[in-house]
């Protein structure tokens, strides 16, 4: 069994109820949380308590931060996390977000040495010194429609996970705790079916072909990744059914099965987190401060 050192303060916070009116904005901004099973949206909500007491949110471009933002944008995020020994997005310290697209500036290398800047329009980006920053428009929207593979925040937490060791590769840790030669096969396994995936993938974007996978995913492992983690949760079905590979690797790194859950809100209803009883245990280039990101 896979341990994980939770610190006294983390033990208290998911011991605490889960506000009622939060339970409210998950029902209402993330249709993803309603096919969840009940233990599944109890493990999410004391994650989201977690995150939420230790990431600092701050609104750009005149953008007031609200209990609505702050909820929508960590149940996302933790959804990635459910099952997991992981640590609760260590690197990260703020999630900075805008109205909506917004510009940043982009360097372009050319031959000879020469390059060029200019600003390109995002929706979001996954920095790896402690840093996503995301547009909320784009967030309410890729929340809203959980079937159709575009998320911007699982796409941007995605990268926060593949970039844990230092590097936006495609390749995050894998078997946290678990004896070497164990994590060695996972390693080996990993890199072997993803890079044959992504090839394939590459390819059928160089023809013009059609795949489950949006095509941005050809432009980088990283954004491979990324792009495969958004497919993974709101495409499962299909996933599994076209790329059978890539999603038991996916399963395997998650610690989930989205293709087994309920299409629709479960018959029963669930209840916010009641107090514990006492005792309760519980991408774009090589430089280290370029982001990656969502650039659709």
């Known amino acids: 069994m896979i341990g994980c050192?939770?610190?006294?303060?983390r033990r208290e916070l998911t011991g605490a109820a889960f506000p009622v009116p939060w339970l409210g904005l998950l029902h209402q901004r993330f249709p993803l949380y309603r096919r969840l099973g009940e233990a599944d949206?109890?493990?999410?909500?004391?994650?989201?308590?977690?995150?939420?007491a230790e990431k600092n949110f701050e609104g750009c471009g005149g953008l007031s931060i609200t209990d609505e933002?702050?909820?929508?944008?960590?149940?996302?995020?933790?959804?990635?996390?459910?099952?997991?020994?992981?640590?609760?997005?260590?690197?990260?310290?703020?999630?900075?977000?805008?109205?909506?697209?917004?510009?940043?500036?982009?360097?372009r290398h050319y031959h000879g040495g020469v390059t060029s800047e200019e600003q390109i329009a995002l929706l979001g980006e996954s920095w790896e010194h402690g840093a996503v920053v995301l547009a909320w428009d784009s967030?309410?929207?890729?929340?809203?429609?959980?079937?159709?593979?575009?998320?911007?925040?699982?796409h941007e937490f995605a990268h926060q996970l593949d970039q844990e060791d230092g590097l936006a590769n495609g390749a995050p840790v894998l078997g946290r705790g678990r004896p070497l030669l164990e994590r060695i096969g996972l390693y080996s396994s990993w890199a072997r079916i993803l890079a044959a995936e992504y090839e394939q993938?590459?390819?059928?974007?160089?023809?013009?072909?059609k795949s489950v996978l949006d095509r941005y995913a050809a432009s980088h492992?990283?954004?491979?990744?990324?792009?495969?983690?958004?497919?993974?949760?709101?495409?499962?079905?299909?996933?599994l059914k076209k790329r059978p590979q890539l999603y038991g690797e996916l399963k395997r790194f998650y610690c989930q099965d989205p293709a087994t859950w309920t299409e629709g809100p479960p018959e029963s209803g669930d209840e916010p987190i009641e107090p514990a009883d006492a005792g309760r245990s519980t991408p774009a280039t090589d430089s280290t401060a370029a982001p990656t990101g969502s650039r659709r």
């Open 201 to 209: 993938l590459r390819r059928k974007a160089g023809k013009g072909r």
């Open 5 to 9: 050192f939770m610190p006294k303060g």
């Open 221 to 239: 492992p990283a954004e491979f990744f990324a792009v495969a983690t958004e497919c993974f949760f709101e495409k499962p079905r299909q996933l």
């Open 139 to 154: 967030v309410c929207g890729g929340a809203a429609n959980p079937f159709d593979g575009h998320n911007v925040v699982l």
């Open 41 to 52: 949206r109890r493990e999410l909500q004391e994650k989201i308590l977690v995150f939420l």
């Open 69 to 107: 933002i702050r909820v929508t944008v960590a149940a996302q995020a933790c959804l990635l996390l459910l099952h997991r020994p992981a640590k609760c997005y260590a690197g990260l310290r703020s999630i900075l977000v805008y109205p909506s697209t917004y510009f940043a500036p982009s360097v």
